[in-house]
């Protein structure tokens, strides 16, 4: 069984249009999701991804283990390095890392996916950077949630690459918070951005604290409080 936070990301696997899913998860570690998405039907074939040895060898085994070694291949390199254009990839999944390595991951190498495809990312922090790359390489955000397991808030970000379709416009709102999570405005949203406030304000008494000169850093910070607060106060 998956984690609450894959078990998420799974659920927003679905078929779009009529050809078969044929994932990539890179940064698969033991290649659970796509271990649970082949045993489920949900997808006709994946290939795990692993730049480091340990969860390199934990994926071999958990294929080997579940006996489906027809319909995944295991493949040692870096980001898409491990996908050709004739994998025909219509999906990608990256979970577990930072919004930076998702991004740098997707400019190095997502054109080895086919037109069209579906991304299903799941950063554990600089989500706005990663929304920024997204709308500005033909991305348009089609879903999102934010889950909460063992007190640690999870972003999901779904997207769909839309290369013939106008440019998605995001607000700076939009960016730091999500165009859809600030929609949903549920439960885990405020509990996460209640936690992000405290923080904020946290980080911003300690710098000025340690310094009295003003800088840009601080600045960007007072901006994201005031932006945080003002969502939680409507
Ligand atoms: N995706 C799984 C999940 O969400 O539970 C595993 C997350 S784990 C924290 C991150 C994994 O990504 C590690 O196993 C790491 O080796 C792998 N990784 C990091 N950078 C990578 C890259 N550039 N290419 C492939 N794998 C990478």
Redesign the pocket.
Known sequence: TL?K??DR?AQFVEKHGDNPIRLA??????A??PCNLVLNNAIEYAIA????Q???QSAQKEVRLQGLNDSIDVRF???F??VNLNDLINLA?????GGI?IR??LEAGVNKLVSGHTLIL?P?VAEPQLRSWLIQNKYHIIDEDIIQEQKHNYEIIVARHLPDEEKQVLNDEELLFGPINYQKQSKEFFSKWKSELESTEYIINSIKLATNDKNDKLEELEQKYQRIKEVLEK
């Open positions: 984690s936070r894959l990301v998860d890179i940064g698969s570690d033991h659970y999701l991804g692993e730049v480091v340990g969860p390199y390199g870096d980001g390095d491990v999944t990256i979970c577990g890392m390595l740098n991951i799941q554990n």
